[in-house]
């Protein structure tokens, strides 16, 4: 079956422009998670969603970061008035509930100039 | 509450083994290890649960020792294709879901 997808794969903006980045999870998984990677550094957990509740944003770095799901399916990272420290690689993954595997997508890589 | 991984980073000829350990401060339920290839998304390669079995499979195996709140995945044998960032993500006793990774252990096998 298919598995995690993201897009766009590859997004280059200006400083000061919004940002939308989508995850499509596995279908079925109720849990979706978003990270973000920067240059050769680890994964950076930034939100949790269980089903459309998001039940830990701890993550969200600022609130230029902002995410949102539609019932147990897509996913959108927005962010806001982006700067150069927000590029990064952002990644999504889906985990079946109750399990805790995750399965990651080949996520999106952000170039703000 | 970030687990600590070492070593940072190792390098191997084919055929040698490696332990790559990760260490917790908290009271940990689950430990997951994952693999990254450079310019790849991390690829899921065992999840050890408090109070299950050492897990394993072809070469690569990983024990969770619950009371010092430790990790460690072993490689034996190492071949060309373990070559990648490996990654250990902690979910906390009586947290959610969510997991909390390491800093990564780069690991490169030289012929």
């Known amino acids: 079956g298919a598995g995690v997808s993201q897009s766009p794969s590859n997004k280059v903006t200006e400083k000061g422009k919004d940002v939308e980045l989508r995850c499509d999870p596995i279908?079925?998984?109720?849990?979706l998670y978003w990270y973000r990677q920067r240059l050769g550094q680890g994964l950076e957990f930034l939100i949790y969603?269980?089903?459309?509740?998001?039940p830990d944003k701890s993550g969200l770095p600022s609130d230029r970061f902002s995410a949102e799901r539609t019932g147990e399916s897509v996913s959108t990272l927005t962010i806001q008035r982006t700067q150069q420290e927000d590029s990064a690689v952002y990644l999504c993954?889906?985990?079946?509930w109750g399990q805790g595997t995750q399965y990651f997508g080949p996520g999106t890589r952000l170039l703000v100039l | 509450q970030q687990p600590v991984q070492s070593p940072q980073a190792v390098i191997l000829r084919e055929g040698e083994d490696a332990v790559i350990n990760c260490s917790s401060s908290?009271?940990?339920?689950?430990v997951h290890w994952y693999r990254q290839k450079h310019g790849e998304a991390p690829v899921f390669l065992m999840i050890?649960?408090?109070?299950?079995e050492q897990k394993g499979h072809d070469k690569i195996s990983a024990s969770f020792n619950e009371k010092k709140q430790q990790s460690s995945l072993y490689l034996t044998a190492s071949q060309l294709s373990y070559s990648g960032t490996y990654f250990c993500?902690?979910?906390?006793?009586?947290?959610?879901?969510?997991?909390?990774f390491g800093k990564g252990t780069k690991l490169t096998v030289n012929p």
């Open positions: 279908s079925g998984h109720t849990a």
């Open positions: 050890l649960l408090k109070g299950g």
């Open positions: 993954a889906s985990s079946p």
């Open positions: 908290k009271a940990l339920y689950s």
């Open positions: 969603f269980q089903g459309n509740s998001a």
């Open positions: 993500g902690t979910e906390i006793e009586g947290g959610s879901e969510k997991l909390v």
